[in-house]
């Protein structure tokens, strides 16, 4: 690294080379454009970087080595040298079957991860059949109604073979109690269920608003499921707090990187009140990023990451496990930066911003269809997604290293500039009494609200350019194949739902649901019963509706 006088040196060199070299070039022919900003941020991107914006740097402290504190160049030794990321292709197709189909497909073409979308009345905790659904069964997802469907989906997939993730948040209990009972059916040893269920209720309330209860009885079902995952299930991990979806509502980079280690620090503090030992669970935390266009923006906002939350763990919660200390990630691709002008432009983006996650040291990763501007994707389009991580893999050269970034004045500079954004944002949020308070003052939603607005009226001025919408525009676009779930889709799952409703022991249903109802009224850890509810053939409904008669509805604007 370079000393006090070695910077010094190069910070004269550079004011004679700006004056000498630069200056007469500036005179003839100008720069492209007055200004130069990162992505999402608005941080100015200085011409030329050297040591001098990096200082002076102690390795060990700041930078450190793979698998070791602070992880800023990654959490294990020899990264994708040993084992690639997963490659995690998001995946839900209406029915359980159709989604059993794709699932097949997929692993015949070298996935390695499933993961599950669900439709909304799932997410919701809402049955096919609920007055609530009409005209959503199966549109964003599959529609998972009972164990029934869970067990259709993964027919004939070796549970101890596969990593599975879930993005469900507020009935995550459910469905990773009916992905339990389908392993306990199948005899998989709990132990050997490996995968992630996302179960992030905080950025609900921020980004998305697919909530059911209100945020306290929600924390208590994310610090059981901590409780009970720990004991029963410890290679799940129990909890994927995301970034991703602050960031598709319009935040900055560091802006998702401090409100995402916020719920973080929420959740850690709510277990922690519960009586777990931050050890005990802190192993089980995930987390999930979004990966944008900006690639030197992105691999910096991860390393960021990483470095800040060994920090947070080391020196505001005591954890002593390494593992408790190492920022695990999936990443997504942008699916808000997909157009529906010129689909084909989002290979391209989505090939960059997959780089990005790559070489910014992600766990696993999804890269979007080119169509899902515009419907689920199709086969087509999914397995061009899948053979850009597969050639990012292979064929480029980017895994073949660790953390191939590093030392680029430029990158390291970025890392240090969104690590002090966002530890200053995170301030503030301490300030206001934590993210469940920030969030119930609307504080953190119009942060990212300012932002979203921002840059929407950059694009609408011209300002920012997105090729094939405001620059580079066609006149006419070709016929493009859509995925489509149509009303007799829909119709069928209501009624394989009402089969199950017809040939199971209601008495047994009605036991299971007063148990699960009584435990939530009082103490106890929730998930055994909801175990049990599940495999005596209640619905997602009944049994979110059980829930919903001790704990309320939360409405949105309400007083957290």
């Known amino acids: 690294m370079f000393d006090a006088e070695d910077l010094a040196?190069?910070?004269?060199?550079?004011?004679?080379?700006?004056?000498?070299?630069?200056?007469?070039?500036?005179?003839?022919f100008g720069e492209r454009k007055e200004e130069f900003t990162t992505d999402t941020d608005g941080h100015e991107i200085d011409r030329l970087y050297t040591p001098d914006d990096v200082g002076e740097r102690d390795y060990d402290d700041d930078f450190g080595f793979p698998g070791e504190e602070p992880y800023t160049r990654g959490v294990y030794p020899t990264m994708y040298r040993g084992r690639l990321w997963t490659m995690r292709q998001y995946a839900g197709m209406g029915t359980a079957r159709e989604t059993?189909?794709?699932?097949?497909?997929?692993?015949?073409?070298?996935?390695?991860?499933?993961?599950?979308?669900?439709?909304l009345p799932t997410q919701m905790g809402y049955d096919s059949d609920a007055g609530m659904a009409a005209g959503e069964v199966g549109k964003s997802g599959v529609a998972i109604d009972s164990i029934h469907d869970m067990e259709t989906v993964f027919e004939g997939i070796d549970l101890e073979e596969v990593s599975t993730s879930?993005?469900?948040?507020?009935?995550?209990?459910?469905?990773?109690?009916?992905?339990?009972?389908?392993?306990?059916?199948?005899?998989?040893?709990r132990e050997d269920l490996r995968g992630t269920i996302q179960n992030d209720v905080l950025?609900?309330?921020v980004a998305r608003n697919t909530y059911i209860y209100?945020?306290?009885?929600?924390?208590?079902i994310i610090t059981d499921i901590f409780e009970f995952c720990a004991a029963e299930v410890p290679n799940f991990n129990t909890i994927s707090i995301s970034g991703y979806h602050i960031r598709e509502a319009g935040s900055s980079a560091a802006q998702e990187i401090a409100f995402t280690l916020g719920d973080g620090i929420e959740y850690v503090e709510r277990a922690l009140d519960a009586g777990l030992a931050v050890d005990e669970f802190a192993p089980q935390l995930s987390f999930f990023f979004a990966s944008y266009n900006n690639v030197f923006e992105e691999v910096a906002k991860f390393r960021a990451a990483r470095r800040m939350w060994a920090k947070i763990m080391d020196e505001r919660f005591g954890a002593e496990s390494p593992k408790s200390k190492q920022l695990k990630f999936h990443t997504q691709t942008a699916g808000s930066t997909l157009t529906a002008q010129q689909i084909d432009n989002n290979i391209v983006r989505v090939a960059y911003q997959a780089l990005a996650g790559v070489l910014g040291g992600t766990q696993s990763l999804h890269t979007n269809g080119k169509d899902?501007?515009?419907?689920?994707?199709?086969?087509?389009?999914?397995?061009?997604?899948?053979?850009?991580?597969?050639?990012?893999?292979?064929?480029?050269?980017?895994?073949?290293?660790?953390?191939?970034?590093?030392?680029?004045?430029?990158v390291e500079s970025l890392t240090d500039e969104l690590e002090e954004e966002a530890f200053d944002i995170l301030e503030s949020v301490d300030e206001r009494g934590g993210m469940l308070q920030a969030i119930d003052d609307q504080w953190v939603q119009r942060e990212v609200q300012d932002v979203a607005f921002e840059r929407q009226r950059e694009i609408e001025s011209g300002e920012r350019t997105i090729v094939g919408v405001n620059e580079y525009q066609v006149d006419e676009e070709p016929e493009v194949d859509i995925e489509e779930v149509t009303e007799e889709d829909q119709q069928r799952q209501r009624e394989r739902l009402q089969e199950v409703r017809d040939g199971r022991d209601d008495s047994t249903v009605e036991d299971a649901l007063a148990a699960l109802h009584d435990a939530a009224a009082g103490e106890?850890?929730?998930?055994?019963?909801?175990?049990?509810?599940?495999?005596?053939?209640?619905?997602?409904?009944?049994?979110?509706?059980?829930?919903r008669d001790v704990f309320g509805e939360h409405q949105g604007g309400a007083t957290l």
Not at 382 to 406: K, M, N
């Open 9 to 28: 040196d190069i910070r004269a060199a550079k004011d004679d080379w700006e004056e000498e070299t630069l200056a007469p070039t500036l005179d003839r």
């Open 100 to 119: 059993n189909e794709r699932y097949q497909y997929l692993i015949d073409e070298g996935q390695t991860g499933l993961s599950m979308a669900f439709d």
């Open 166 to 189: 879930m993005t469900i948040n507020a009935p995550a209990s459910i469905l990773l109690a009916m992905y339990i009972a389908v392993g306990d059916r199948k005899g998989v040893d």
């Open 203 to 205: 950025k609900e309330y």
């Open 214 to 220: 209100p945020p306290e009885p929600s924390m208590r």
């Open 372 to 410: 899902e501007a515009l419907a689920l994707p199709t086969e087509e389009s999914v397995r061009t997604a899948l053979r850009t991580q597969q050639i990012l893999a292979h064929e480029s050269g980017a895994a073949d290293t660790i953390d191939p970034l590093a030392g680029s004045y430029y």
């Open 524 to 547: 106890e850890n929730l998930m055994p019963y909801i175990i049990d509810a599940v495999k005596a053939e209640a619905t997602t409904g009944e049994i979110a509706d059980a829930m």
